[in-house]
T-cell receptor, first 114, second 115 residues
Framework: DGGITQSPKYLFRKEGQNVTLSCEQNLNHDAMYWYRQDPGQGLRLIYYSQIVNDFQKGDIAEGYSVSREKKESFPLTVTSAQKNPTAFYLC?????????????FGPGTRLLVL | GNSVTQMEGPVTLSEEAFLTINCTYTATGYPSLFWYVQYPGEGLQLLLKATKADDKGSNKGFEATYRKETTSFHLEKGSVQVSDSAVYFCALTSLFYNQGGKLIFGQGTELSVKP
């Protein structure tokens, strides 16, 4: 089955530690995205990539880093510089059909700080 | 800039009641409009979408019509079920927006359906 997978489902981070969240898609989508969701709020864009080996900052990129070495993979690293990392992280990928684009989401990773 | 405003929740309804969740937007260019649903502890699922004015998106008994004259995309369902309890997000994307296909989300509306 095609889809977007995120792992792990839950992740714990200690103070001063970097952690990496995995996102993989087998939908052959070109673009991939990372969003952060805080309780009772909408989603905010962290980073996005429209093509392999290229990515752009979103609205809240500080304290995060990404890479896009393969079309199907877009890992997100939460660095120690991110002072409030506790949140639900959602990965998405999109397909463009003509001038229209639709994003599909993975199941999410919940990051908690110990 | 582009923005989406949804009615505040939580919305509590009895089973088989009629549902409306209001969504209005501000956008330049020609946005596509979406409704996503999020069940507890899960990611977002695309519920329906509309890509141009007067289009009606529909899925699983939910409908929404793209109204350019009122800049609205209200979500409706004629008879809700307990299983519809979730958070609903209205969103837009515009390929004329300078960040490509970035989705702009409303704050979400929590729906609770009681038996």
């Amino acid at each position: 089955d095609g889809g977007i997978t995120q792992s792990p489902k839950y992740l714990f981070r200690k103070e001063g530690q970097n952690v990496t969240l995995s996102c993989e898609q087998n939908l052959n989508h070109d673009a991939m995205y990372w969003y952060r969701q805080d309780p009772g709020q909408g989603l905010r864009l962290i980073y996005y990539s429209q093509i392999v080996n290229d990515f752009q900052k979103g609205d809240i990129a500080e304290g995060y880093s990404v890479s896009r070495e393969k079309k199907e993979s877009f890992p997100l690293t939460v660095t120690s510089a991110q002072k409030n990392p506790t949140a639900f992280y959602l990965c998405a990928s999109s397909i463009r059909q003509g001038v229209q684009e639709t994003q599909y989401f993975g199941p999410g990773t919940r990051l908690l700080v110990l | 800039g582009n923005s989406v405003t949804q009615m505040e929740g939580p919305v509590t309804l009895s089973e088989e009641a009629f549902l409306t969740i209001n969504c209005t937007y501000t956008a330049t260019g020609y946005p596509s409009l979406f409704w996503y649903v999020q069940y507890p502890g899960e990611g977002l699922q695309l519920l329906l979408k509309a890509t141009k004015a007067d289009d009606k998106g529909s899925n699983k008994g939910f409908e929404a019509t793209y109204r350019k004259e009122t800049t609205s995309f209200h979500l409706e369902k004629g008879s809700v079920q307990v299983s519809d309890s979730a958070v609903y997000f209205c969103a837009l994307t515009s390929l004329f927006y300078n960040q490509g296909g970035k989705l702009i989300f409303g704050q979400g509306t929590e729906l609770s359906v009681k038996p």
